[in-house]
């Protein structure tokens, strides 16, 4: 049980990996400036050393196997800089040809490409909006659209940029946030564009009459943007069974789930389960801080 709770945890750990190299375009170097990129970096060269049985961090086969299935197959075994992974050097995507690197990164720390169009004119595309119009065409006006949500606040987390649709057909974006003392990077699922727009709009302050969902009905309390306990109300997204009104919502901690208005409105979901973690935890601390003074007394 405990071994495989370890394989979860370095195979999560690859996910998050994964997810900031595909938000940067690049192999994470140790030398940025970007807190998350830097973090990342030092997880391979300590995996590296592990799986060369020079570092006491745990190596698992199961890394090799997550890495192949990611297209880098050599990533625990070469030099970073070796790796060809993201070039796209000589590339025709959305009608443009990809000439060379950039010098300069976006202002997200992204890396750019200087792209050529028909008539000549070069102009300069992020990596990650380069690779997301070629392994989607069908998604390109949706990228074009949600480069309006970029920088804007879902509760805890920042847009970075659109990533995918989910099979649910709720948008995946790249989103960060701070966790303590370092900056997380991670793929979100969140609702569709439209429940995002009227999120942001009802947030700064716009005053705003019909619902989002025709079918939520009249005389029902439009939620949205409101914050309950560690919740921050994002949208509505259906209705239940029994005809109660179910909301998107994201916590404080950064989890992501649908919470129904009744236990929304009565204050019996105050968060994700984190607060009820936080109180407990602060009860224990303080009975054994309780126990340890009458001891010494």
């Known amino acids: 049980m405990q071994d495989e709770k370890r394989i979860t945890n370095v195979l999560n750990n690859f996910e998050k990996f994964i ?4 938000w940067l375009g690049r192999i994470p170097s140790a030398k940025s ?3 998350a990129e830097r973090k990342n970096a030092f997880w391979l060269i300590h ?12 190596w698992r086969e199961e890394l090799d196997d997550a890495a192949r299935k990611s297209g880098i197959p050599e990533l625990f075994s070469v030099d970073s800089r070796m790796l060809r992974t993201f070039d ?5 995507i959305d009608g443009c040809t990809v000439i060379e690197k950039s010098e300069r990164l976006s202002k997200l720390g992204q890396t750019l490409w200087i792209c050529r169009d028909g008539n000549g004119r070069k102009f300069e595309r992020s990596s990650y909006e380069l690779r997301r119009i070629r392994d989607h065409v069908d998604y390109s006006d949706l990228i074009k659209e949600s480069i309006s949500f970029v920088g804007e606040n879902i509760g805890c987390w920042t847009l970075l940029g659109f990533y995918d649709l989910s099979k649910e057909n709720e948008t995946l974006w790249f989103c960060s946030r701070t966790n303590g003392n370092s900056e997380e990077i991670k793929k979100i699922s969140l609702p569709s564009f439209s429940i995002i727009r009227r999120f942001l709009e009802v947030q700064n302050g716009k005053k705003i009459e019909e619902l989002v969902d025709p079918s939520v009905g009249y005389g029902v309390e439009d939620m949205t943007a409101q914050k309950i ?12 069974s029994n005809s109660e009104c179910v909301w998107y919502c994201v916590c404080d901690c950064g989890v992501v ?3 129904s208005g009744g ?6 979901s105050m968060s994700c389960g984190c607060l009820r973690k936080d ?6 601390k303080d009975k054994f801080a309780a126990s340890v003074s009458v001891v010494s007394a």
């Open 47 to 58: 995996m590296k050393q592990a799986k060369k049985g020079k570092s006491t961090c745990l």
């Open 33 to 35: 400036e970007i807190d």
């Open 229 to 240: 306990g560690r919740w921050t109300v994002i949208g509505f997204s259906h209705k239940a």
């Open 88 to 92: 796209l050097r000589g590339q025709k």
């Open 19 to 22: 997810n900031v190299c595909d």
């Open 257 to 259: 789930s649908t919470v």
């Open 263 to 268: 236990k929304l409105r009565n204050g019996c």
């Open 279 to 284: 109180v407990l935890s602060k009860v224990a």
